[in-house]
């Protein structure tokens, strides 16, 4: 049987790390072709001695010669920066997985669209700024996009055989995060600390703070809009804190249909390599409902999570919003991390950053990068003025 020949985009981060560990799992099956990481040199290194790939791609130069001299003599080939990340996505493999986060996702997500692989997709912000512009590709080339986004590929999986046109609509859930239960005023006050710690899943730290202002769940529905070819308006959000029905579809006949499964990204990982097959995981990964006992679903406050408000207002606005909002978004979550702002100044610059922003339209890659570029200067410019 020959092996799947897999490239990793984010190999060190969260998706990345597990992708592989699915891919240990399945060794007679899958082959490593390259391999594209950050700054953790060190980490990247134990990978390429584990899979060692033909390709290997980094941030910048110094961290190329940085993990040369840690290896000594290695027999890859080595690149760095965007130009790293589009060979990587483009070599000779069958299927990228796009663990990336942010932005930086979409040049290599084209890239490897464009050559008609297979993308096992986490990096939602793509979809979100680039919807339309994916679409094309997807129908000019012949690509796939398999989504690695647990409550995607549960949708994915609950429309298997039928036509979306007989969707009423689609429920993306949510477990609500850590502040679920605290009031606003708790919430302004939150610490990276506190936001970093998620009830159920583990996570990079952007996704986490995304999912602890509900924020990820925004740019969820906007990527679900792009996915499926679905109104937003036929898109909608309910807190399940227990986080096993991981999503569902109503149909225009009544029926509902969900997909429940572990708290675990392995799983959607196994279903975006393997798909249209199934395989026995050799992990401990089915959900006990015995043990749940019960699933509970409230309606979101928009109130005390306004990101997620804002998102839909982006939704329905279309146009060049959605490059503004993920572009602030990415911003104001790192100035957070680093402790520059509090946590509901990410909401307030995500707003202002809106509010002054004249909409135009975007129809191809230079277009999109343009806009992102100067949503971001001008916040970084004026961030003294606006918290």
Known sequence: MKKKRIAILGSTGSIGRQTLDVISAFKDEFEVIGLAAGSNAQLLAEQIKEHNPRFVSVKDSTLAQELKAILKNPSFEIFWGDIGLEFISSCSCDIVVNGLVGAL???????ALSHGKRVAFANKETLVIAGDLIKDLLVKNRGEIIP?????????????????????????????????TWDIDQIKAATKEQALKHPTWVMGQK??????????????VIEAMN??????????????????????????DGNIISQLGATDMKLPIQYSLFYPER???????????????????????????????LAYEVASKGKSYPIVINAANEIAVDKFLKEEITFFDI??????????????????????????????????????SVV
Do not use: Y
């Open 148 to 180: 690695l986004d647990s409550e995607h590929v549960a949708i994915h999986q609950c429309l298997s055989g039928q036509k979306i046109d007989t969707v009423k609509r689609m429920i993306l859930t949510a477990s609500g995060g850590p502040f679920r």
């Open 227 to 252: 996915l499926f070819n679905i109104d937003s308006k036929k898109i909608d959000v309910l807190i399940h804190p227990q986080s096993i029905m991981h999503s569902a579809v109503e149909f225009i």
């Open 347 to 384: 909401p307030k610059i995500i707003s202002r950053a809106l509010e002054s922003h004249s909409p135009v339209s975007t129809s191809s890659l230079e277009d999109i990068l343009e806009v992102d570029k100067e949503v971001r200067v001008k916040i970084l410019e004026t961030q003294s």
């Open 279 to 309: 395989r026995e995981l050799p992990f401990n990964l089915f959900c006990d409902l015995l043990s749940i006992g019960k699933l509970e679903f409230e309606k979101p406050d928009m109130e005390k999570f306004p990101c997620l408000k």
């Open 207 to 220: 996704i986490t703070i995304d999912s602890a202002t509900l924020m990820n769940k925004g740019l969820e």
């Open 105 to 111: 996702g979409l040049k290599p997500t084209i890239s």
